[in-house]
Protein backbone atom coordinates (compact mmCIF):
# COMPACT_ATOMS: atom_id res chain seq x y z
CA UNK A 1 0.00 0.00 0.00
CA UNK A 2 1.22 3.39 -0.97
CA UNK A 3 -0.84 5.34 1.59
CA UNK A 4 -0.12 9.32 1.67
CA UNK A 5 2.46 10.09 -1.64
CA UNK A 6 4.44 13.36 -1.80
CA UNK A 7 6.27 14.82 -4.19
CA UNK A 8 9.13 16.28 -4.26
CA UNK A 9 10.91 15.44 -0.93
CA UNK A 10 13.22 18.38 -1.24
CA UNK A 11 12.84 21.49 -3.12
CA UNK A 12 14.84 24.28 -3.67
CA UNK A 13 13.10 27.95 -4.92
CA UNK A 14 13.64 31.14 -5.94
CA UNK A 15 12.25 34.31 -4.27
CA UNK A 16 9.02 35.04 -6.50
CA UNK A 17 8.83 31.44 -8.40
CA UNK A 18 5.78 29.31 -7.72
CA UNK A 19 5.25 25.53 -7.81
CA UNK A 20 3.02 22.83 -7.02
CA UNK A 21 3.57 20.44 -4.35
CA UNK A 22 1.83 16.97 -5.13
CA UNK A 23 -0.09 15.00 -2.34
CA UNK A 24 -1.81 11.64 -3.23
CA UNK A 25 -3.59 8.99 -1.48
CA UNK A 26 -4.59 5.61 -2.94
CA UNK A 27 -6.76 4.47 0.42
CA UNK A 28 -10.17 6.18 -1.18
CA UNK A 29 -9.93 8.56 1.93
CA UNK A 30 -12.82 11.42 2.09
CA UNK A 31 -10.67 14.36 3.89
CA UNK A 32 -7.17 15.71 2.95
CA UNK A 33 -5.26 18.56 4.75
CA UNK A 34 -1.43 20.28 4.02
CA UNK A 35 0.32 21.32 7.03
CA UNK A 36 3.99 23.03 7.66
CA UNK A 37 6.33 22.44 10.50
CA UNK A 38 8.26 24.82 11.22
CA UNK A 39 10.98 24.69 14.89
CA UNK A 40 9.17 26.32 17.87
CA UNK A 41 6.38 26.28 15.83
CA UNK A 42 4.56 22.67 15.29
CA UNK A 43 2.02 21.72 12.88
CA UNK A 44 0.43 24.51 11.05
CA UNK A 45 -2.37 24.12 8.76
CA UNK A 46 -2.40 25.63 6.12
CA UNK A 47 -5.86 24.29 3.95
CA UNK A 48 -8.09 21.06 4.26
CA UNK A 49 -10.88 19.48 1.87
CA UNK A 50 -13.53 17.78 3.13
CA UNK A 51 -14.33 16.27 -0.18
CA UNK A 52 -13.68 16.31 -3.71
CA UNK A 53 -14.46 20.16 -5.02
CA UNK A 54 -14.68 21.17 -1.10
CA UNK A 55 -12.05 23.12 -0.15
CA UNK A 56 -11.54 25.70 3.31
CA UNK A 57 -8.31 27.29 5.04
CA UNK A 58 -6.82 26.54 7.90
CA UNK A 59 -4.46 28.76 10.26
CA UNK A 60 -1.76 29.79 7.75
CA UNK A 61 -3.74 29.86 4.40
CA UNK A 62 -2.01 33.16 3.03
CA UNK A 63 -0.02 32.56 0.05
CA UNK A 64 -1.03 28.88 -0.63
CA UNK A 65 -3.82 27.88 -2.86
CA UNK A 66 -5.37 24.41 -3.09
CA UNK A 67 -8.02 22.53 -5.07
CA UNK A 68 -9.33 18.99 -4.75
CA UNK A 69 -10.48 17.87 -8.76
CA UNK A 70 -10.55 14.49 -7.50
CA UNK A 71 -11.07 12.23 -4.50
CA UNK A 72 -7.10 11.14 -4.84
CA UNK A 73 -5.20 14.15 -5.42
CA UNK A 74 -4.93 17.82 -3.56
CA UNK A 75 -1.72 19.41 -5.04
CA UNK A 76 -0.56 22.60 -3.01
CA UNK A 77 0.10 25.57 -5.04
CA UNK A 78 2.72 28.62 -3.94
CA UNK A 79 2.12 31.33 -6.52
CA UNK A 80 5.03 33.55 -5.42
CA UNK A 81 7.30 31.91 -3.09
CA UNK A 82 8.89 34.16 -0.35
CA UNK A 83 11.93 33.28 1.99
CA UNK A 84 8.60 33.14 5.49
CA UNK A 85 7.41 29.84 2.97
CA UNK A 86 10.50 28.14 3.82
CA UNK A 87 9.51 24.80 5.97
CA UNK A 88 8.98 21.22 5.59
CA UNK A 89 5.45 20.25 4.49
CA UNK A 90 2.98 17.59 5.24
CA UNK A 91 0.09 16.25 3.55
CA UNK A 92 -2.29 13.97 5.56
CA UNK A 93 -5.62 12.16 5.16
CA UNK A 94 -8.36 10.37 6.83
CA UNK A 95 -10.81 7.90 5.86
CA UNK A 96 -13.76 10.32 7.13
CA UNK A 97 -14.55 13.95 8.64
CA UNK A 98 -15.33 11.99 11.74
CA UNK A 99 -14.18 13.97 14.78
CA UNK A 100 -12.42 10.41 16.03
CA UNK A 101 -10.83 9.29 12.86
CA UNK A 102 -6.49 9.26 12.69
CA UNK A 103 -4.64 11.12 10.19
CA UNK A 104 -2.05 9.36 7.86
CA UNK A 105 0.47 11.34 6.82
CA UNK A 106 3.27 11.68 4.01
CA UNK A 107 6.72 11.74 4.51
CA UNK A 108 7.20 15.91 3.63
CA UNK A 109 8.59 17.70 1.20
CA UNK A 110 11.49 19.86 2.46
CA UNK A 111 11.48 23.80 0.92
CA UNK A 112 13.73 25.96 0.89
CA UNK A 113 13.35 29.57 -0.50
CA UNK A 114 16.38 32.33 -1.36
CA UNK B 1 -10.81 28.44 19.06
CA UNK B 2 -9.29 25.58 20.25
CA UNK B 3 -5.92 24.96 21.27
CA UNK B 4 -2.99 22.50 22.81
CA UNK B 5 -0.24 23.57 24.36
CA UNK B 6 3.48 21.21 25.32
CA UNK B 7 4.85 22.88 27.75
CA UNK B 8 7.93 21.35 27.43
CA UNK B 9 10.28 21.54 24.29
CA UNK B 10 12.99 18.47 25.66
CA UNK B 11 12.16 15.70 28.12
CA UNK B 12 15.06 13.43 29.53
CA UNK B 13 14.82 10.01 30.49
CA UNK B 14 17.00 7.24 30.71
CA UNK B 15 16.09 4.25 29.33
CA UNK B 16 13.87 1.65 31.59
CA UNK B 17 12.64 4.42 33.86
CA UNK B 18 9.02 5.57 33.27
CA UNK B 19 8.56 8.82 30.97
CA UNK B 20 5.55 11.31 30.65
CA UNK B 21 5.03 13.89 27.88
CA UNK B 22 2.89 16.77 28.94
CA UNK B 23 -0.29 18.28 26.98
CA UNK B 24 -3.29 20.82 27.94
CA UNK B 25 -5.99 21.87 26.06
CA UNK B 26 -8.43 24.49 25.82
CA UNK B 27 -11.80 23.59 23.50
CA UNK B 28 -14.92 25.31 24.08
CA UNK B 29 -17.27 21.72 23.83
CA UNK B 30 -15.94 17.86 24.35
CA UNK B 31 -12.33 17.24 23.12
CA UNK B 32 -11.31 14.97 20.81
CA UNK B 33 -7.42 14.40 22.04
CA UNK B 34 -4.70 12.62 19.78
CA UNK B 35 -1.08 11.92 20.26
CA UNK B 36 0.98 11.64 17.48
CA UNK B 37 5.22 10.58 17.17
CA UNK B 38 7.41 11.46 14.58
CA UNK B 39 10.92 10.01 13.77
CA UNK B 40 13.59 11.34 12.12
CA UNK B 41 13.18 12.35 8.49
CA UNK B 42 9.23 10.74 8.48
CA UNK B 43 5.90 11.48 8.87
CA UNK B 44 3.52 11.95 12.00
CA UNK B 45 2.36 8.13 13.40
CA UNK B 46 -0.93 7.83 14.82
CA UNK B 47 -0.08 7.01 18.84
CA UNK B 48 -3.74 7.15 20.64
CA UNK B 49 -6.75 8.93 21.13
CA UNK B 50 -9.16 10.28 23.53
CA UNK B 51 -13.04 10.36 22.50
CA UNK B 52 -15.14 10.00 25.08
CA UNK B 53 -15.50 6.89 28.33
CA UNK B 54 -12.42 5.63 30.06
CA UNK B 55 -9.76 8.64 31.28
CA UNK B 56 -6.78 6.42 30.46
CA UNK B 57 -6.23 5.60 27.04
CA UNK B 58 -3.90 3.19 25.77
CA UNK B 59 -1.58 3.20 22.81
CA UNK B 60 0.85 1.62 20.05
CA UNK B 61 4.15 0.48 21.19
CA UNK B 62 3.23 0.34 25.07
CA UNK B 63 2.23 4.14 24.79
CA UNK B 64 -0.78 5.21 27.35
CA UNK B 65 -2.91 8.67 27.87
CA UNK B 66 -4.47 9.85 31.03
CA UNK B 67 -7.45 12.48 29.91
CA UNK B 68 -8.09 14.35 32.90
CA UNK B 69 -10.78 16.60 32.37
CA UNK B 70 -10.56 19.50 35.70
CA UNK B 71 -6.60 19.88 34.74
CA UNK B 72 -7.77 20.17 31.05
CA UNK B 73 -5.07 17.70 30.20
CA UNK B 74 -4.03 14.50 28.45
CA UNK B 75 -0.82 13.48 29.41
CA UNK B 76 1.35 10.90 27.71
CA UNK B 77 3.27 8.29 29.22
CA UNK B 78 5.07 4.83 28.95
CA UNK B 79 5.92 3.05 31.92
CA UNK B 80 9.40 1.74 30.87
CA UNK B 81 11.09 4.11 28.29
CA UNK B 82 12.97 2.56 25.51
CA UNK B 83 16.09 4.17 23.80
CA UNK B 84 13.80 3.76 20.09
CA UNK B 85 11.12 6.09 21.76
CA UNK B 86 13.49 8.65 21.18
CA UNK B 87 11.46 10.76 19.11
CA UNK B 88 9.35 14.21 18.70
CA UNK B 89 6.06 13.66 20.28
CA UNK B 90 3.22 15.77 19.08
CA UNK B 91 -0.67 16.19 21.10
CA UNK B 92 -3.69 17.21 18.62
CA UNK B 93 -6.91 18.76 19.61
CA UNK B 94 -9.85 18.81 18.07
CA UNK B 95 -13.59 19.99 18.13
CA UNK B 96 -16.96 18.06 17.56
CA UNK B 97 -18.23 20.89 15.44
CA UNK B 98 -15.06 21.28 13.48
CA UNK B 99 -13.18 19.96 10.71
CA UNK B 100 -9.72 21.16 12.07
CA UNK B 101 -7.12 18.95 13.95
CA UNK B 102 -4.64 21.39 16.13
CA UNK B 103 -1.49 20.47 16.72
CA UNK B 104 0.95 21.38 19.40
CA UNK B 105 3.92 22.72 19.15
CA UNK B 106 5.95 19.36 20.06
CA UNK B 107 8.34 17.32 22.64
CA UNK B 108 11.21 15.76 21.83
CA UNK B 109 11.94 13.20 24.09
CA UNK B 110 15.55 11.65 24.33
CA UNK B 111 15.83 8.41 25.96
CA UNK B 112 19.78 8.00 27.43
CA UNK B 113 21.10 4.03 27.67
Known amino acids: NAGVTQTPKFQVLKTGQSMTLQCAQDMNHEYMSWYRQDPGMGLRLIHY???????DQGEVPNGYNVSRSTTEDFPLRLLSAAPSQTSVYFC?????????????FGSGTQLSVL | AQSVAQPEDQVNVAEGNPLTVKCTYSVSGNPYLFWYVQYPNRGLQFLLK??????LVKGSYGFEAEFNKSQTSFHLKKPSALVSDSALYFC???????????FGTGTRLQVFP
Open chain 2, 92 to 102: AVREYNTDKLI
Open chain 1, 49 to 55: SVGAGIT
Open chain 1, 92 to 104: ASSYSTAVNEKLF
Open chain 2, 50 to 55: YITGDN
